[in-house]
């Protein structure tokens, strides 16, 4: 019983957001200091159960009408949790976010740590509610997963950082397109309402080459790796395959992301 209410708490999150951004905000670190610190790891720990815990758990309770629809197995809509315990559990990651920020980072970083709540309550409440404004609504999503390692990787790594921001872009729009029933019943603005579903796959897969070439503008052009596995997933499931289903391949690119993001770690250790 006891475990079923954690796995239950558990699953307002995904499991994919925790791995990415732990991920980019310990690389972000190793490729600036080129040294390993267990602090670092604490640091990218910290950002991925509490901060982002925090944008995703209350973007679960605001979507509760989407979920019903799109992903009715989710906590809130299969009545595995309750409102008001979702809501309880919110604050209780909201007060160890807010208090933790500035034990843990420094200067500019704790202000961009900051924005990950500011900008993850504007996504998801109105008045701002940018989760309904099409297109906008995957830009931010994309450079949400991108965040840490402005975070952790700071001005020395902006352009890298930027060169991962193409990749997350073309990686969320194609989220999207799995929710996009629940989305239209909760009255939002859908980004297919200006562009059909092929040129939508044309676009992320555009961003996802770009993202790559930028790389060799840079002096991690390693990173690379990254954006090339997922645009040969796109291209073999799209092209070939002629595979639709959208939640399928975004879970493909995520974790063949993460598989290649774990090798971008262990070189930064390694050099």
Known sequence: MVFNKIKAYAGLYRLDVPVIVFS????????????????????????????????????????????????????????????TEASTYLIFITVISVMGIPVIFNGWEIFLSYLVILLGFSYSVKPFAIKNRGLLSSIITGWGVVHPLYITGGQTLALTTTCVLFHGIGATLLKDL?????????????????????????????????????????????????????????????????????????????WTSALFGFFVILYAVVN
Not at 44 to 50: E, I, K, M, S, T
């Open 24 to 83: 980019g905000a310990f690389a972000g670190r190793l490729l600036i200091t080129d040294e390993f610190s267990w602090f670092f790891f604490f640091e990218a720990f910290f950002l991925a159960l509490f901060p982002y815990n925090f944008v995703y758990t209350l973007n679960s309770i605001t979507d509760k009408t989407e979920d019903s629809i799109n992903k009715p197995w989710r906590p809130l809509p299969s009545k595995k949790l309750t409102t």
């Open 178 to 254: 799995s929710d996009l029933k629940g989305d239209a019943a909760a009255g939002r603005k859908l980004i297919t309402d200006k562009i059909p579903v092929s040129g939508i796959f044309l676009i992320s897969l555009a961003l996802m080459i770009f993202s790559a070439a930028s790389f060799f503008l840079t002096e991690h052009s390693f990173i690379s790796i990254i954006p090339l596995g997922s645009a040969t997933v796109l291209t073999y499931n799209f092209f070939y395959k002629r595979e639709f289903f959208c939640e399928k391949i975004y879970k493909k690119i995520i």
